[in-house]
């Protein structure tokens, strides 16, 4: 031991000066979800499949197809569940974002959806009802 320890002064460190160093996260790391309402149908399969109830479906106008969802990072477990069950690839996750820690709990609510759809929950409007699992 005491000539590895030795030895280990002449030689360079094994471990990386992060968060000053970085690595390129690997492609399918399963980083924060995404959201992309285009295709959505409000089916809400993402929804009730999730087992730990990270996602809420949100209808606007369920006519004109307009949803949005409130995604809780804090509940996540970052199964990709709902990434596989969903059949028009509404949602995704992002590889690169996986630093996700806060002091505060503001940042691991959030909403996803077209502006004007988001403007009632965000206080400017009644929000709507919400659709239940
Ligand atoms: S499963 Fe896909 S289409 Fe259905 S509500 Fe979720 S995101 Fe929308
Ligand atoms: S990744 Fe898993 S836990 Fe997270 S929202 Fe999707 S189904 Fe729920």
């Known amino acids: 031991m005491l000539v590895d320890t030795l030895r280990s002064f002449f030689q360079k460190p094994v471990t990386r000066l992060y968060p000053f160093e970085r690595n390129a996260s690997p492609e399918r790391l399963r980083g924060k979800l995404h959201w992309n309402p285009d295709n959505c149908t409000g089916c809400c399969l993402c929804a009730k ?12 106008d369920k006519k004109a197809k307009k949803f949005v969802m409130r995604y809780h990072a804090d509940r996540c477990t970052y199964c990709a569940q709902c990434v596989q069950n969903c059949r028009f690839s ?6 690169g974002e996986w630093e996700l820690a806060s002091t505060s ?11 004007a759809d988001l403007e009632p929950l965000l206080g400017k409007a009644p929000p709507p009802a919400v659709d239940m699992p």
Do not use: K, L, Q, R
């Not at 709990?105 to 502006?115: C, I, K, L, M």
């Open 105 to 115: 709990t503001e940042p691991f609510t959030v909403y996803y959806g077209n502006e």
């Open 90 to 95: 509404c949602i995704s996750m992002a590889s």
């Open 49 to 60: 499949d999730c087992p730990s109830d990270a996602i809420e479906v949100i209808t606007i």
